[in-house]
T-cell receptor
Framework: KQEVTQIPAALSVPEGENLVLNCSFT??????LQWFRQDPGKGLTSLLL?????REQTSGRLNASLDKSSGRSTLYIAASQPGDSATYLC??????????FGAGTILRVKS | NAGVMQNPRHLVRRRGQEARLRCSPM?????VYWYRQLPEEGLKFMVY????????ESGMPKERFSAEFPKEGPSILRIQQVVRGDSAAYFC????????????????FGEGSWLTVV
C-alpha cells in the first residue's frame, strides 16, 4: 500500500529565505508526482507535475525534483514571500489514476 | 474555460439527513474523482468515475455513501443518514479523456464542498 510522508509538518521562515519541502513515498511504481498548494478553506491549486520519467520541473520561483528510485521528491521555493504562506501537498499518482496524498506541510512566511 | 465546479460550497445537515454534493468537471474532461479531507488529515481517495461507470470505488465507505456520473449532468456524491463523523471537506477533481502530454496529465481540483453535520 502506497504511503506518502511529508517533512516537516510545519515550517516558519522569514521573508526572503529559500526553503525546501520534502516528500517521500514507499512504492516507486508511480505514474507521476504532483505538488499542490491549499489555502485555508479553499481548494487545491496544482503547482508542478513531474512525470515518472522526469527528474525536475520548474515554474517561476518553484522547482520540484523527483528521485523515483529512492522514493523522494523535494519542492524548492526561492526568495519566499508572505503570499507563499499555505499548506503544500505532495501527491503521487498511481497507475489507475488514484492520487495518494501526504498530510502536507504548513508553511508560514513572516514579513 | 471554467474550472471544476462544485456545489454547494457549504452544507449543513442534521444527523440522519441526506447530503448531495455536485461536481461539474472541466470542459472536455470525462474522468471525475472524489476525495475527502477530514479535519487535521490529508486528502483520501474515495471514488473514480467515468461517464456512467464507476472505475474504482475502493475508498468509499461500504454503507451510506454512493456516487454517480450520469451521461448528462454533474457527478453526484450522495451521503445518506449523515453522522457527525461525515463532517469534512469533499473535493471533486477531473482529468482529460486522453493523455495530452505532461500538462494533460494534471488532475484539476474544485474548490470543495464543506459538509457540517450537527
Amino acid at each position: 500500500k502506497q504511503e506518502v510522508t511529508q517533512i516537516p509538518a510545519a515550517l516558519s521562515v522569514p521573508e526572503g529565505e529559500n526553503l525546501v519541502l520534502n516528500c517521500s513515498f514507499t512504492d516507486s511504481a508511480i505514474y507521476n508526482l504532483q505538488w499542490f498548494r491549499q489555502d485555508p478553506g479553499k481548494g487545491l491549486t496544482s503547482l508542478l507535475l513531474i512525470q515518472s520519467s522526469q527528474r525536475e520541473q520548474t515554474s517561476g520561483r518553484l522547482n520540484a525534483s523527483l528521485d523515483k528510485s529512492s522514493g523522494r521528491s523535494t519542492l524548492y521555493i526561492a526568495a519566499s514571500q508572505p503570499g507563499d504562506s499555505a499548506t503544500y501537498l505532495c501527491a503521487v499518482r498511481e497507475y489507475g489514476n488514484k492520487l495518494v496524498f501526504g498530510a502536507g506541510t504548513i508553511l508560514r512566511v513572516k514579513s | 474555460n471554467a474550472g471544476v465546479m462544485q456545489n454547494p460550497r457549504h452544507l449543513v445537515r442534521r444527523r440522519g439527513q441526506e447530503a448531495r454534493l455536485r461536481c461539474s468537471p472541466m470542459k472536455g474532461h470525462s474522468h471525475v474523482y472524489w476525495y475527502r479531507q477530514l479535519p487535521e488529515e490529508g486528502l483520501k481517495f474515495m471514488v473514480y468515475l467515468q461517464k456512467e461507470n464507476i472505475i474504482d470505488e475502493s475508498g468509499m465507505p461500504k454503507e451510506r455513501f454512493s456516487a454517480e456520473f450520469p451521461k448528462e449532468g454533474p457527478s453526484i456524491l450522495r451521503i445518506q443518514q449523515v453522522v457527525r463523523g461525515d463532517s469534512a471537506a469533499y473535493f471533486c477533481a477531473s482529468s482529460p479523456t486522453r493523455d495530452r502530454g505532461s500538462s494533460g496529465n494534471t488532475i484539476y481540483f474544485g474548490e470543495g464542498s464543506w459538509l457540517t453535520v450537527v
